[in-house]
């Protein structure tokens, strides 16, 4: 949730922290702060609110000299924003500075052992009590005092930590918490998210679980679990650094919509080779394949979204069960897998702490494990038995858009290579998905070319309260994604309803102006969902109808029109969630809202 950044190396540290923080804000930005050592002594800066508020008191970092630092922008968990719950935090005597991302879930017992002992806290914050452990268990030496403070703490954790008696040194060491180490030409970096410092470095090392990196500006030594050094390979990004950009844009995330049509040919055409489907990283065995009886599809937020279209794509082409579970409630409600069963894991950052435990409670229990992932190297990645990256690029804005649109071509991926492996599609089923998918990025683009429809329409409703949405089937899975984007950034109530289930009590708040989005994409059930529009219009509702080029009969019923071109049902979800995606936007802009950042947000979930 946290963003993370350290440096050592012959310049200022300040200003190269404060650079690589404004690309982290996306990850949190309650609070942020930096910690300088100077002249043998630890100096933080640190301040609630926007991160340019700590600029604008450092005047951009030249006020706080010295050439190692660590900095922090933060999404509260423990204790409320403010000055003294913003990181980075000292220990009592001030010669440890911590920064921290993730959980710490015995921190109160730890908390009182360490004030019992003399230590004091001037914070609400589980992270306080590390960076006093960090003084409690100190060895003299930095690497070995942090390896001997994280034995003692439960939870997950990406640490960054400087010690005054070590001046020209970083030690970092993360659990469950994305932390990446960048190695440059004389001096050396932690970060959480690997576009933060693409400008600096693209030479990176990808840290594991009880890894400890400690780094001065020449060298970086790592430290298995075991506290043994051991040599690390470093990974090399080749990403282009306008991808991490606004590149002219207002936003992130209008440039990430746009970007839409791009990464879905980036998901869909190299794994379609010679007339057939062939996952990168995807060697299922033909018998096992043959044998599989049920996937089980475990997301969150909007890739939960995705996970229920994919659903409707797996069981209308397997013809086997798919049960589709929030991460959070997947390994307490003791799932039933077994041997012949497939989970499937999907997060955009590949660090979702629900879904990481979700994907240990499967393989603790021998299913095998797919992961659907954009992030190259992350947790899920690394631990799934097979991953399926979907190649969407870096993604900033914290509400995502390619990434799930991606995640739901990457499932129609998934079915059409499972298919034909088991022999449930015909060579012609499997060439006109084939020529669907491909044709699918041209038809986004067109969708994508002109807003100026769907920016009048948000220009009517912008002050709304209230907006419901309703569909049937695959609608209504995309109703769902469709509310959650309008909410997420224009603080707008708003939920998704199946629009056979009105009657039975949500119809109540329907009232004279209240609008409903009704999404009518699904020509099976179509004329039913035209019989629930004329139930909401006759209790006074305005309805905007999201249906098929050439559908005139929605006109008829509905007060606006947005219409999409038809592919084909499967695959129409994925262009149906564009005007969606615009019309939040638009809507979030009119009300002044910061489109990247909403409120109380952050873009990778590390916490449970």
């Not at 008191?57 to 900095?71: A, K, S």
């Not at 139930?535 to 006109?555: F, S």
């Not at 038809?566 to 936007?585: D, S, T």
Request: aromatic share 6%; charged share 25%.
């Amino acid at each position: 949730m946290c963003g993370i950044i350290g440096y050592t190396g012959p310049r200022q540290a300040a200003p190269i922290l404060l650079d690589a923080l404004k690309k982290l804000e996306y990850r949190g930005y309650d609070s942020a702060g930096m910690a300088v050592i100077s002249l043998d002594a630890i100096q933080v800066r640190k301040m609630r609110g926007r991160l340019q508020l700590l600029a604008n008191m450092t005047r951009d970092g030249r006020d706080l000299p010295g050439t190692v630092g660590i900095g922090h922008t933060r999404w509260a968990t423990h204790g409320e924003p403010s000055y003294y719950n913003s990181h980075p935090h000292l220990s009592s005597s001030g010669r440890f500075a911590v920064v921290h991302n993730g959980i710490i879930e015995n921190y109160r017992p730890l908390k009182d052992m360490l004030i019992a002992k003399g230590y004091t806290f001037l914070s609400a914050t589980d992270t306080e009590v590390i960076s006093n452990l960090m003084e409690y268990c100190d060895q003299g030496d930095l690497a070995r005092t942090l390896m001997a403070a994280v034995k003692h703490l439960q939870g997950s954790y990406a640490l960054g930590v400087l010690s005054a008696d070590e001046p020209d040194r970083i030690a970092a060491v993360r659990r469950d918490s994305p932390l990446i180490v960048g190695r440059g030409e004389g001096e050396n970096f932690i970060v959480s998210d690997i576009p933060a410092i693409l400008s600096l470095t693209r030479d990176v090392y990808l840290m594991k679980d009880g890894e400890v990196a400690l780094l001065d500006p020449e060298k970086i030594t790592f430290f298995d679990p075991y506290g043994e050094q051991f040599d690390k390979e470093s990974f090399h990004v080749d990403w282009d650094v306008s991808a991490a950009e606004k590149g002219g844009y207002e936003h992130f995330m209008m440039k990430e919509m746009m970007e839409q049509p791009t990464a879905l040919r980036e998901t869909i055409r190299p794994r379609i080779k010679d007339g057939r489907f062939v996952l990168d990283g995807l060697q299922l065995d033909p018998d096992w394949v043959k044998s599989l009886s049920m996937v089980h599809i475990v997301a969150c937020g909007s890739a939960y979204h995705a996970g229920r279209l994919g659903k409707n794509l797996l069981e209308g082409r397997l013809g086997i069960p798919v049960d589709v579970d929030i991460a959070s409630e997947f390994r307490y409600r003791q799932p039933i897998l077994k041997p012949e069963h497939l989970v499937v894991i999907i997060s955009q950052s590949g660090e979702t702490a629900d879904s990481i435990a979700a994907l240990r409670e499967a393989k603790g229990k021998g299913v095998k494990t797919l992961a659907i992932v954009n992030v190259v190297g992350s947790t899920i990645a690394r631990e799934a038995d097979y991953t399926l990256y979907t190649w969407a690029g870096p993604e900033i804005a914290v509400a995502t858009t390619k990434g799930y649109t991606t995640q739901v071509a990457a499932l129609a991926l998934l079915t059409c290579c499972l298919a034909q492996e088991r022999g449930q599609m015909s060579g012609e089923e499997l060439q006109q998905m084939e020529a669907l998918l491909m044709k699918l990025p041209d038809a986004a683009e067109e969708v994508l070319s002109d807003h100026k429809e769907v920016q009048r329409l948000a220009s009517l409703f912008f002050n709304h309260k209230d907006i419901f949405f309703i569909g049937r089937g695959i609608d209504y899975s995309l109703s769902l994604e469709g509310s959650l984007k309008l909410k997420e950034i224009s603080y707008i109530h708003s939920e998704a309803q199946p629009a056979g289930e009105l009657k039975h009590g949500t119809i109540s708040l329907i009232q004279p102006g209240t609008l409903v989005i009704a999404l009518a994409t699904g020509k099976r059930l179509r004329d039913k969902t035209i019989s629930n529009i004329q139930e909401v219009r006759a209790r006074g509702a305005v309805v905007l109808a999201l249906c098929l080029e050439h559908d005139e009969e929605i006109e008829s019923v509905a007060d606006h029109v947005l219409r999409v071109p038809f592919l084909c049902e499967e695959l129409e979800p994925i262009l149906a969630i564009l005007p969606l995606q615009l019309f939040a936007y638009y809507v979030a802009a009119l009300n002044g809202n910061d489109v990247d950042k909403p409120r109380n947000l952050a873009k990778s979930v590390t916490v449970e």
